[in-house]
Structure formats: C-alpha cells, structure tokens
C-alpha cells in the first residue's frame, strides 16, 4: 500500500490527486465500479463457490483489476493501446497486477478481518454478506486508486514536475543508499512491535486476543513510524537545525493518520490472511508477534523512506510552508492550491511558476 501513502503524504501528489475539479471527476467513475461488482456477484452467487476464501479472494482480484484498467484509463485520458504503447507494458503489469489483483486481494481480506475481529461477523458461518463487500468496497477503492495513478501520470507525461511516481522504485533505490539507517529502525519498530505483542498475549484473556491485539501494536507501531518519519526527514536535511516547529495538533494528526490507519490495516490484513488463507482458527502468540514484527517494519521503513523523500520533493519544487508542515491536512492543500498554482516543467527542462 506505499503507493496509497505516497499519494496522500508527499505534498505534490497530494497536490495533484485532491484538486478540487478532480474530485468531483473522481467520485463519479468511482461509482461504476461499484455497482459493477454488486452485479457480478448477485449473478456468480449461485455459480460459483464464493463461500470458499480463496475463490472470493480470485473473483475480487480479477474485478480489481478489470476496475483498476478502466480506470487507470479514463486518468490516463487516453485510449488503451496510446496509453500501452506511451506507458510501457512494465507500468501496464503492475497497475493490473499489483494494484488491482494484489492490491484488491488485500483489501478484500482487511474487509473479512474487521468484521470478524471487531463485529464478531465470522465469513465462514455466515459467508453472503461479508463476501458481498469484500468485493464492492475493494473494487472501489482500487478505482479510486487507480484513477488517481493514471491522472498523475497523464500529468508528468504533460510536462508537471512530478518528483516521486508512487510505483516503489524510489523507495527500491533509496534503501542501498541508506542501508544502516533501515537497519537501525528496523531494529527499533522489531523489539518494539514484539514487546508490546508478547505483553498483551501474556496478559492471557485468549478470547480477546484478536481484538486486543488489534488495537494495541498499532498504536505502538504507528508510534515508532511518527518517530521514524520526521527521522527521515533529517536524514536528508543533515541535521537537526533545519528541523520546523510543529504543532502538537500535527503530531496527533500524523499518529492518527496515516501512521495508525495504516498500521491497524496491515494488521489486520495479515489476521485475516491466517484466518482465511491459512485457516488458522486461534493464531498463536508466535503468529501474532510475527504479525507485529511484520507489520512494525514495514510501516516504519515506509515512514522513514516518505520523510526522507518529503525533504528531497521541497528541494525540487516550491511547496507551501503549510503543506510541508502538515501534508496530510487536505482543506490546506486545497487552500495552498488556490493560492500558488502547481509548479510545471518547460520541455526544455526549465521549472516554472
């Protein structure tokens, strides 16, 4: 999901995808998606095995993606074959694959774990409902997603400075380059993922383990990756000194989101990937510090590599003093965007205001 945190934390994409004309264009091709997938499950329900989770899992992969190629599209503005043909089959493959099939399989596996761990709606006693939004809701999320993907690449393709594509290969450089720095956070989001999930396992209550699981190494893991974020920050900038004031309002939000949403998301995804995938009916302590452990890496390196690539995008394109203070506030975004226009690169190579 770095793509999804790319494209809400690092000021210019959020820039791009929460313009206000975008918006609106965006809340309507969300919506045929949508109703899309309702329709094929009412007629694949009695065909198909969708009672199975890794039948349900397959039908809402192949959905995603057929999501994820239409809309791509119409923010690409371009007929399939131009856009194949100017894109590359490489950015092709992993819109389809990692952003609809992957991408969606995942979501749908968030929707099943929170209704079992915090509803008590188990998709294996009672699989029509659960299984109905496990297709809707990741489907228009993935069109949404995907839309937003294909309008920033139409962008840079027409000349906007976009510093950072949300496809992963800055964040497969940068991690050589600042290898001892994920080291040592990783060892800091490690102890501090399994201690919080050995005490709560410890503390016996086994019945409520899921959910208390569930609300615990988040908290602790979003924690470390508030911490690891402005890190990353001063990793680029070398040194403190050119470190802003913040506001305690900030921090707060930060922590809250992205830092615990996505946290408690990747929890959850892996909870439900044992229960549903795995069939495993009470995960163990081993199962659930692993799930911590994996969960408090993989945030953490994101939040390190995203403050650090917050830093690198200001020294590339003028950002409002708001938005590098708090990117993640979308009223200032909007604020910012009325009042100093997108910067846009001149086929020369010259940036302009």
């Not at 809309?71 to 819109?95: C, H, I, N, P």
């Not at 594509?165 to 001892?180: H, M, S």
Request: charge should be positive; aromatic fraction near 12%; glycine fraction near 8%.
């Amino acid at each position: 999901m770095l793509h999804r945190l790319s494209l809400r934390v690092l000021p210019q994409l959020n820039l791009l995808v929460t313009d206000q004309p975008v918006r609106k264009r965006k809340r309507w091709v969300m919506l045929a998606p949508g109703l899309v997938a309702f329709g094929i499950y009412r007629l694949l329900k009695d065909v198909l095995p969708l009672s199975d989770p890794l039948v349900l899992l397959g039908l809402s992969g192949c959905v995603s993606a057929l999501a994820a190629i239409w809309a791509y599209r119409q923010g690409r503005g371009m007929t399939l074959q131009e856009s194949f043909r100017e894109d590359g089959f490489q950015k092709w493959a992993w819109v389809v694959g990692w952003i609809g099939i992957v991408y969606g399989m995942q979501l749908s596996l968030l929707v099943l774990a929170i209704l079992q761990v915090f509803v008590g709606y188990d998709f294996l006693l009672h699989p029509e409902g659960p299984a109905m939004m496990a297709m809707i809701i990741p489907c228009t999320s993935v069109t949404r997603d995907a839309f937003e993907i294909g309008l920033v690449q139409n962008l840079a393709r027409g000349g906007t400075v976009v510093p950072t594509f949300p496809n992963g290969e800055a964040l497969r450089e940068w991690i050589p380059q600042q290898w001892p720095q994920v080291m040592k956070w990783g060892g800091v989001a490690i102890l501090g993922s399994s201690i919080s999930s050995w005490f709560i396992f410890a503390g016996g209550l086994i019945s409520w383990q899921p959910i208390l699981q569930s609300i615990v190494v988040p908290a602790v893991v979003a924690s470390i990756s508030l911490w690891a974020f402005f890190a990353g920050e001063t990793l680029y900038k070398q040194g403190a000194s050119h470190q802003k004031l913040r506001t305690w309002w900030s921090y707060l939000w930060f922590w809250l989101w992205p830092s615990l949403t996505f946290s408690l998301t990747y929890f959850l995804v892996l909870i439900g990937m044992a229960s549903y995938v795995f069939r495993i009916e009470a995960i163990s302590q081993v199962g659930f510090v692993t799930m911590a452990i994996t969960t408090g890496m993989v945030m953490t390196m994101y939040s390190l590599y995203l403050g650090w690539r917050k830093s690198y995008e200001e020294q590339l394109v003028t950002i409002p003093e708001n938005i590098q203070r708090c990117p993640f506030v979308m009223g200032m975004l909007q604020q910012s965007k009325a009042s100093e226009p997108v910067p846009s690169l001149l086929p020369h190579g010259d940036l302009v205001k």
